[in-house]
C-alpha cells in the first residue's frame, strides 16, 4: 500500500516510468485495499492536473481501480472524479493515436460510472427518497458531452452499450449528436452486419430522436436520406430487427 501511495504521489516527478511500472502492481494486486492507500485520491488528482503526456496512463489505472471491490463510487464522485473523466475523454477525442488500452480503459471507466448512477436510480425509484436519484443524475449530465467522442469510438468494445446508456439515463441535450461525420459512423455501425450492433445503434438513435426531434432539422439532406436508407436496409438484412428498425424508420420520416 505505501509503494503504490508514493509511486502515484510522486509521478509528477518521475511521470510515465513510474505510471507504467504501477499499473502492472495494480493488475497484480487485486487485493489491494485501494480506499486506504490513498491511490484513488491521488490519480484523480492527477486526472485534475491535466497532463497531456499522462492522460491515457492515468485513466488506464482509474479504470483498474475502478475494477477493485474496495471502489467507493459514492466516494469517487465526492473527488469530483466523474467531471475529470469526461474532460479527459474529451481531451483524448481529440489527440491522434491514442492507445487502444487506453480507449478501453476510458469507455470502461465511463461505463462503471454510469452502472453506479443507474444503481443510485434504480434504488430512489424503489424508495419513497428520489430525490438521491434527481441529484446525481444532475451532478453527472455531464457524460452527455462524451457522445461525440464515443462515436469516434465505436468499434471500441463496449463504446456502443455505453453511449445507450447515456441516452436512454439522460435523454435530451445532444445537441451535436447528429452531425454527417456523427451519421456516417452511424450508418457504417448499421451495415456491419453484426445484429447486437445494429440493434444497439437502433436504440440509440430512436431514443435520441424521440427525445429530440428537432436534432434532425439542422441535418443536411443527403445526411437525412442516408441515415433513413441504413436504418430501411436493416429491415431486410436482419428479421430480428424489423420491428425496431420501422419504429425508428417512422421516427425519421415524420421528423
Partial sequence: HRRAREAVVSTQSTGTLILRTLIPIVRKCPELSLDDSGVVTAVVELLRDGDGSLLHLNVELLSLIMESPSVDFPWLYTLGAHELL????????????????????AVSCLGSLLNYVRGVVK?????????????????????????????????????????????????GGFRDFLTPYNVDIIVAALTQQQVDIQKTTLKILKRVL??????????????????????????????????????????????
Avoid: F
Avoid at 427525445?211 to 431486410?236: F, G, I, W, Y
Fill in 86 to 105: 469526461c474532460l479527459a475523454i474529451l481531451k483524448m477525442g481529440v489527440i491522434i493515436d491514442v492507445p487502444v488500452c487506453a480507449i478501453g480503459a
Fill in 210 to 255: 424521440t427525445t429530440d426531434a428537432e436534432l434532425l432539422k439542422s441535418l443536411p439532406s443527403p445526411s437525412r436520406v442516408q441515415l433513413l436508407e441504413a436504418v430501411q436496409n436493416v429491415k431486410h438484412s436482419s428479421p430480428t430487427l424489423v420491428s425496431l428498425a420501422e419504429e425508428t424508420s417512422k421516427i425519421l420520416e415524420e421528423s
Fill in 123 to 171: 434504488k430512489a425509484l424503489q424508495s419513497s427518497n428520489k430525490s438521491s436519484g434527481e441529484e446525481v443524475l444532475r451532478s453527472s449530465r455531464c457524460v452527455i458531452n462524451t457522445t461525440g467522442v464515443l462515436l469516434v469510438w465505436y468499434s471500441a468494445p463496449s463504446a456502443p452499450s455505453t453511449l445507450l446508456q447515456i441516452v436512454q439515463l439522460y435523454g
